[in-house]
């Protein structure tokens, strides 16, 4: 499939903005972080920033941008539209505790009711977005048990690494929000060396026989049904060498996973200056490999389609 980058941004960016959200929700609404207005008002702006800017990236792929509004109508049926409805329900919980939690300094109460739901809206916004590939039985490698888990989880672990970095740098560092964070991303690390040795070993039943319904012998394309690329060939048919797909899988594992693991991992014994430092460089380049293991997500699969042009 074709890496587009806005749809590689949104997956990124939103996934981590929910799971930060979800996080204050549910820490700062029971009261379990302190109310503070800088904390919560940077910490809020973060989390729905990244929401934000990850919904109007994913418009930059539709050929129509001001058409997107119609989507919504669809959430019968199709899971892109109920993602958006569930991404926008979500800010209404959310910018209600917001003003709670921020302007008003309260926690408990109706704060904590809608930091709550702000988490639950969150959450099941992110299993949306994660239904929107597993549901695409064309594609083997998103269509697995795989895909939904892996965007909860790193959901989690990039939001809890980015709340560890917010309360860290407010001195009001958590160890348990500390070892979440590092807990997390190492489930991350597993979950998708897990996912990679399920794809490496895919065995796609469909072929050209299959896919043509054409039985006895073996199909072959003789030529292709056009002169040039069409749309389906480049959004479908995009393919990376198998070396460049090492070298970037390298990347990913040493900018999301070790390089964080290591850092949240030196936070624990180290005073608070050089604490709050470590777990602030862990975000941006735990953030950074996310973009490129996005970018494989959607690189690395590989569309039905493809047969009928002899791929």
């Known amino acids: 499939m074709h890496p587009a980058f ?23 609404g029971l009261g379990f972080i302190p109310v503070d207005f800088w904390l919560g008002f940077i910490g809020m702006g973060l989390a729905l920033g990244l929401i934000a800017a990850g919904l109007l990236s994913s418009t930059g792929h539709l050929g129509r941008p001001e058409r997107a509004w119609r989507a919504f109508s669809q959430w019968r049926s199709s899971w892109l539209s109920r993602e958006g409805v569930a991404s926008v329900a979500t800010f209404i919980p959310a910018c209600m505790f917001g003003i709670g939690w921020v302007f008003f300094g309260r926690s408990g109460g109706w704060v904590a009711a809608a930091g709550l739901l ?91 026989n299959t896919a043509t319904g054409l039985a006895g012998g073996e199909v072959r394309s003789i030529e292709w049904p056009h002169t040039e690329e069409n749309y389906l060939l480049k959004e479908m048919g995009f393919r990376i060498a198998r070396k460049h797909s090492a070298k970037l899988r390298l990347i990913t594992q040493a900018l999301a996973f070790a390089a964080p693991v290591l850092l949240l991992a030196a936070a624990f014994f180290t005073p608070r200056p050089f604490a709050a430092l470590a777990s602030a460089l862990a975000a ?28």
């Open 284 to 311: 941006p380049l735990q953030f950074a490999g996310m973009l490129v293991e996005r970018w494989l997500f959607f690189a690395e699969a590989k569309h039905t389609v493809t047969l009928y042009y002899g791929r």
């Open 6 to 28: 806005s749809v590689v941004f949104f997956t990124t960016a939103t996934g981590a903005g929910y799971g930060l959200l979800a996080l204050l929700g549910v820490l700062g």
């Open 118 to 208: 702000s988490a639950a809206g969150a959450v099941v916004t992110v299993c949306t977005t994660g239904m929107i590939y597993a549901s695409l039985k064309p594609i083997a490698q998103w269509h697995s048990r795989y895909t939904l888990p892996a965007y909860l989880i790193f959901a989690g672990m990039t939001g809890s690494v980015l709340a560890n970095a917010l309360l860290q740098g407010f001195n009001a560092g958590s160890g348990a929000v500390l070892a979440g964070a590092l807990l997390a991303t190492v489930i991350g690390w597993g979950w998708k060396l897990a996912t990679w040795r399920h794809n490496d070993r895919l065995e796609i039943p469909t072929t050209a």
